[in-house]
Nanobody
Framework: QVQLVESGGGLVQAGGSLRLSCAAS????????MGWFRQAPGKVREFVAA????????YYADSVKGRFTISRDNAKNTVYLQMNSLKPEDTAVYYC??????????????WGQGTQVTVSS
């Protein structure tokens, strides 16, 4: 089991930037794909971005493509989500996720506790 702890959320004005971090511990972090989901009030949790085990492949939801960048530092057991040009519709609780497989987030094995991102207009 991988334990995940997110940080970096907060309140930002539209057009601003935030960087989320997710620190992992426990099972071998470097063997698995990682990613981010988000859940706005009254909505289902949705996929935001994913990165494979070595950082060689990344995937994004259409709604964030070109604005968000996912990256990982396997030496630090940490995955990041750089969020630029934020919009009010990006407001949500953001969850870090660890896959059970190296290449994709099709099988999430662990979730973080979530960090709130609020974008004001």
């Amino acid at each position: 089991q991988v334990q995940l702890v997110e940080s970096g959320g907060g309140l930002v004005q539209a057009g601003g930037s935030l960087r989320l971090s997710c620190a992992a511990s426990g099972r071998t972090f470097t063997s698995y794909a990682m990613g981010w989901f988000r859940q706005a009030p009254g909505k289902v949790r949705e996929f935001v971005a994913a990165i494979n085990w070595d950082g060689g492949s990344t995937y994004y939801a259409d709604s964030v493509k070109g604005r968000f960048t996912i990256s990982r530092d396997n030496a630090k057991n940490t995955v990041y989500l750089q969020m630029n040009s934020l919009k009010p519709e990006d407001t949500a609780v953001y969850y870090c996720a660890c896959s059970r497989v190296p290449q994709s987030l099709t099988a999430v094995g662990s979730w973080g506790q979530g960090t709130q991102v609020t974008v004001s207009s």
